[in-house]
C-alpha cells in the first residue's frame, strides 16, 4: 500500500480510497476494514461508496461498488462494525452508506443493527439509517416489508437537509 494512506489526515485517507477500484486492490480495501485505526475503517467505507458529502447530493458517488463488487470479506467486516457496541459512531455512518449498496443479502443481515439507529438522536446517522434501508429496493418484497420504518424515519426527521434527501429519494423508488 503506498505511504498516503497510512497518514493520519482524514482528506488524504479520503482521497486514498476513493477511486474507481481495480478488482486487484480489493484486498487493500479489504485490509482497511479491518484496520484498528478507526479513521482508517472509515476512509475504507468511504471508498466503498464514493461517499459524497451529505449536504450536497446522494450519499453514494459515480465511482461507489456495485452490489455485485463487494466481496464476501467486505460484506463479513461491515458486519462486524455493525454489530460492534463500541465502534465509532463516524465508523458506524460510513458502514450504514456502505450498506447502502451492498447486495441485498448483506443489508439483510445487518438488519437488526441498522433499525437500532433509525431512532438515535444524531440526524446524520438516522440519515445514513434510511440510505441503507433504502438498499432493500433491489428486492422488491424485503423493501415493501420494511417501507413503513422507511416512511416513518423520513416523517419523524425535523432537519432540512436529511429530509429533503429522504423524500426525494423515496418518490423515486416509489414511482
Not at 72 to 78: L, Q
Not at 103 to 125: E, Y
Request: charged share 25%; glycine share 2%.
Amino acid at each position: 500500500m503506498d505511504r498516503a494512506a497510512l497518514r493520519t489526515e482524514q482528506q488524504i485517507l479520503l482521497l486514498s480510497t476513493q477511486m474507481p477500484f481495480a478488482p486487484d486492490r480489493r484486498d487493500e480495501l479489504e485490509a482497511l476494514l479491518r484496520d484498528p485505526d478507526p479513521r482508517l475503517r472509515r476512509a475504507a467505507l468511504d471508498g466503498i461508496s464514493d461517499c459524497n458529502p451529505w449536504f450536497t447530493s446522494i450519499t453514494a458517488g459515480r465511482h461507489a461498488l456495485e452490489p455485485e463488487q463487494f466481496t464476501p470479506a467486505m460484506g463479513e467486516a461491515v458486519t462486524k462494525i455493525m454489530s460492534d457496541p463500541d465502534e465509532a459512531w463516524f465508523v458506524i455512518d460510513g458502514a450504514l452508506t456502505a450498506l447502502s449498496i451492498a447486495p441485498t443479502p448483506v443489508i439483510k443481515r445487518n438488519l437488526p443493527s441498522i433499525l437500532k439507529w433509525t431512532t438515535v438522536d444524531d440526524w446524520w446517522l438516522r440519515e445514513s439509517a434510511f440510505q441503507a434501508l433504502m438498499g432493500l429496493q433491489r428486492e422488491p418484497a424485503l423493501f415493501i416489508e420494511h417501507l413503513p420504518t422507511i416512511i416513518d424515519v423520513m416523517i419523524k426527521e425535523y432537519n432540512y437537509n436529511p429530509r429533503h434527501k429522504m423524500v426525494k429519494q423515496l418518490e423515486a423508488a416509489l414511482k
